[in-house]
């Protein structure tokens, strides 16, 4: 059996204006995979889309299906997401002390972090099982030479605590060629926004429409079956903060709670103004109601509000 790993981080430790770095993996079995790949590749086709899945580019909701039963499907499958979590501030601290430059430390937690991660992942593999590692292109690797060394320090600790998987392979992709590294590129998004919490600068702001599609989108997939619960249960997250040695493990059901009531209290007010307009223009068409509420690029979020209203889920447009 070959298990694979794909890696990418968000918030780079060097980046001004940010409090975290995130360094995320995700793992799964090559045939789940392949499975992954070929529904993303058939919905692609079924949709008419050629556009890359990024979480920073959901700035509409005009590819709300793609995305919305693209995380469905994946979540459905076998996978597991694990995220360190940097203190930028902590880090800033722990460059004066060894007197070294951001630059310098981000190459030493690269090599650190990757193999807590992906370590984190595989120790419960079966011995004689193969890993196959593929990470984000970033030329910045190159200068480290990050895949040579994962794959020395990897199968170093499979080798020290017996555990006998190998690391065959460690190589650099662009997302552009592989739907994989696009889907923990939006995973991690999310979970970024939902640690950030920023749906709380969506409640000061209203009118940010990026903002509001992103939450309607988070809340959508999260309210979906039991969505809420995979995420809990495939989410692993560690935190390093610079004042103790070893990394902590949060639960990610500590930060969910504080998003879905948030997103639920704005929900029941749109639904109350979407109702009234719904009376005073009877018979008028989802143009009218998308002028009169304000919904310049929230269409589908539209179409959710209106199915709720008719009695039927949120989500029932799309299933």
């Known amino acids: ?20 770095s995130y360094y995320g993996v995700l793992g799964m079995e090559e045939n789940v995979a392949e499975v992954i790949r070929t529904y993303l590749t058939e919905l692609n086709n079924e949709l008419n889309s050629s556009s890359e899945m990024h979480f920073v580019d959901y700035t509409q909701d005009t ?20 995220i360190f979590i ?9 460059t004066s002390e060894m007197a070294v430059s951001m630059e310098q430390l981000r190459e030493l937690f690269y090599v650190k972090i990757t193999e807590r991660l992906f370590y984190g992942m595989t120790r419960d593999l079966s011995p004689g099982e193969f890993i196959k590692i593929v990470i984000d292109e970033n030329s910045e690797y190159d200068k480290i ?14 080798a020290y605590r017996k555990k006998a998987y190998k690391v065959v392979e460690a190589r650099q992709k662009s ?12 995973l991690m998004g999310i979970v970024v926004f939902i640690l950030e919490k920023q749906h709380k600068a969506f409640e000061l702001q209203r009118t940010n429409i990026t903002l ?18 995979i995420f809990h249960d495939k989410v692993t997250l560690y935190r390093w903060e610079g004042k103790v040695e070893k990394a902590k493990q949060v639960e990610f059901s500590q930060f969910t709670g504080d998003f879905i009531m948030s997103k639920a209290k704005y929900d029941v007010l ?13 018979n008028s068409g989802t143009k009218v109601y998308r002028e009169k509420m304000g919904y310049k690029r929230q269409l589908r979020k539209l179409f959710g509000y209106l199915d709720e209203l008719d009695g039927k889920g949120r989500n029932s447009y799309y299933k």
């Open 1 to 20: 059996m070959t298990y694979i790993i794909y890696f990418d981080e968000s918030n780079k430790l060097d980046q001004p204006g940010i409090d975290y």
């Open 63 to 82: 590819n709300f299906e793609k995305y919305f039963k693209a995380l469905n499907f994946i979540l459905s499958q076998p996978i597991q997401l694990n």
């Open 86 to 94: 940097v203190n930028k501030q902590e880090a800033e601290q722990l």
């Open 145 to 158: 030479e990050l895949e040579s060394k994962i794959i020395e320090q990897m199968n170093a600790h499979s």
């Open 175 to 186: 997302s552009e060629n592989d739907l994989l590294l696009q889907m923990i590129d939006v």
């Open 212 to 229: 509001d599609v992103k939450c309607d989108l988070i809340y959508r997939v999260l309210i979906e079956e039991n969505n809420l619960d």
């Open 270 to 282: 749109e639904l109350a103004k979407l109702a009234q307009m719904r009376l005073e223009y009877l």
